[in-house]
Each structure stands twice: as C-alpha cells, then as structure tokens.
C-alpha cells in the first residue's frame, strides 16, 4: 500500500516545478527592472518621436527632406531617412521599429552590454542613412528616396547580433557572436529563394547547415546540449530568444516581397538589403575586433 507521501509526491513536483518557473521568470522581471533605465527608454523613444513630428510638418517642409539622387544636399542623406511618403509608409516603419527594439535592447542590457547597445543604436541613426543614401547614389544615379526602412531593416540585422551576444555572456562563452551568421545565411536564402530562384536558396542554405555543423564541432556537442538545456529552463530569458529568433526568421518575408511594386511607387529593396547587412555586420566585425583585443 502507498504512504501517503507517496501519493502526495506527484503533487509535490508538479508545484516545485511551478515555483522554479515562477521564480525564474521572477528573476527574469527583477533583472529587467533593476537594469533598464530611463535615460535608455528616453533614447529609445525619442526615434517615434522624431518620426512622428517631421511626419506632421507641412508637405512642403517634408519635400525639402526627401533625398535627391541627382541634386542632393549633406543634410538630405541624413534627413530622407525620416521622413515618409503617406501614412502607410510610416506607420509600417513606425510598427517595425516599436516591435524590434524591445527585444533588442532587452537583450543586450541583460547581456550587460548597455554601452554597446547606445553606441549601436547611435550609429544606425547618425551615421548609417548616410551610407545607405550614398550607394542608392551611386548605384541608382536617378529619383528620389525617402523613409525609415533602412534603418528599420538594420534594426533587425540587429536581432541576431544581441542574441547571439546575450548566449555568449549569460549562457556559454563558447557560443560567440560569430556564431549568428548561420541565421544571416538562412535570412539571405529566403531571399535568394525570393529573387533568383530555388537553386541559389538550396545553395545558401547548404552553407549553413554545413556552417552549423562546424560551430556544432567548435563550440563542442556536449557544450552545445548544455546551452541548450540550461537556456530552456530560463523562464522569460528562453521566450524572449524565441520571440527574437522568430522576428528575425520572418524579417525576409517582410523586407523583400516578391513584387516590388507598390502602388505608384516601388520598395527600395536595395536599402533594405543595405539595412540588414550593415545591422547584423557592423556590430559583429566590432565584436570580433573587440575579442581580440581583450
């Protein structure tokens, strides 16, 4: 006959395996809070913002915004960026930007990387429209651009890059930053799948599951189960990586539609493309320069 500690011993594990998830995702909230800051959000939410008033100034203050490929001014590289051709145009960028960074910035604080995270974010505001206007420049040569989606596209080349950085620093420090180009390669097969066809995707695609394969030997087999037991038994900490892998997996889908017409006008699938590369690169080269240095 059962003991009654026997019988209760089910009941038992069920409620010590509820109070361990409570108190994980317990410590994923007190972690959040004790590392966000105000001047952070303050920083976060000034992009909105900004969007917000120049979308509200008189058509022809925004006109003067739009940067011309053949008569542009330094200022206009930097200004087209934020501004926007109709509401569609900014409410999507605006929803894009509201739904990416929160993860990002989440994860890089939690991965006590919140100087780096502020530098980033700098850098694609100030320093990346410039880049992005100057090849349209030089590669389209004619017309005019206008809008947030390259920025917004290097937002989620960021995805990865705070993922990855967050694994390293919390998890694993055999998982590195590097390790996150296997995401990239498979963004830039559905891509390939998009534009050029089944046989360039499947070639992309073979690369990185043959580059998977190899991190899988570096990083060691039992260190990779490890990580991945010890991650899925973070409450809160192991959802947020899902939710940013899963924005990251959809960002093709998003920034590359197969027709790229759109009403009068057409998606600038070259800046979008600039965005994501520079946004996952950037970041990653400085990361590497900075592991070795250290």
């Not at 994860?107 to 505001?125: G, M, P």
């Not at 089944?198 to 990185?208: H, P, Q, S």
């Amino acid at each position: 006959m059962s003991s009654a500690d026997d019988f209760n011993k089910p009941d038992y594990l069920a409620l010590e395996g509820m109070f361990r998830s409570m108190t994980w995702f317990g410590d994923f909230r007190s972690e959040v809070r004790e590392k966000a800051r105000v001047s952070d959000l303050v920083l976060i939410s000034s992009v909105p913002i900004l969007l917000l008033l120049i979308f509200l100034l008189p058509e022809s203050i925004q006109n003067a915004l739009i940067l011309d490929y053949g008569d542009y001014s330094i200022f206009n590289l930097w200004s087209s960026a934020f501004v926007h051709r109709g509401f569609d145009h900014f409410s999507n960028n605006l929803a894009a930007y509201c739904v990416l960074i929160g993860p990002i910035y989440l994860l890089f604080v939690l991965a006590n990387e919140r100087k780096l995270f502020r530098y980033t974010f700098l850098s694609l505001l100030f320093i990346l429209p410039f880049v992005i206007a100057l090849i349209n420049i030089a590669v389209l040569g004619s017309g005019t651009g206008a809008g947030f989606s390259g920025i917004g596209s290097a937002f989620f080349g960021l995805l990865p890059v705070s993922l990855f950085l967050f694994i390293h620093n919390k998890v694993s420090e055999k998982i590195e930053p590097t390790h996150g180009v296997v995401l990239f390669l498979i963004a830039a097969g559905i891509i390939a799948l998009t534009y050029s066809g089944v046989t360039a995707a499947a070639g992309i695609l073979l690369i990185a599951v043959l580059l998977t394969i190899y991190d899988i030997y570096q990083i060691g087999l039992g260190e990779a189960k490890n990580a991945a037991v010890e991650l899925t038994s973070m409450e809160g900490y192991f959802e947020l990586v899902m939710i940013t892998s899963l924005l990251f997996l959809i960002s093709p889908v998003l920034l590359f539609p197969q027709d790229i017409a759109q009403g009068d006008g057409a998606v600038n699938i070259l800046s979008h493309y600039l965005g994501l590369v520079f946004g996952f690169f950037g970041p990653t080269t400085y990361l590497v320069y900075r592991r070795r240095r250290q």
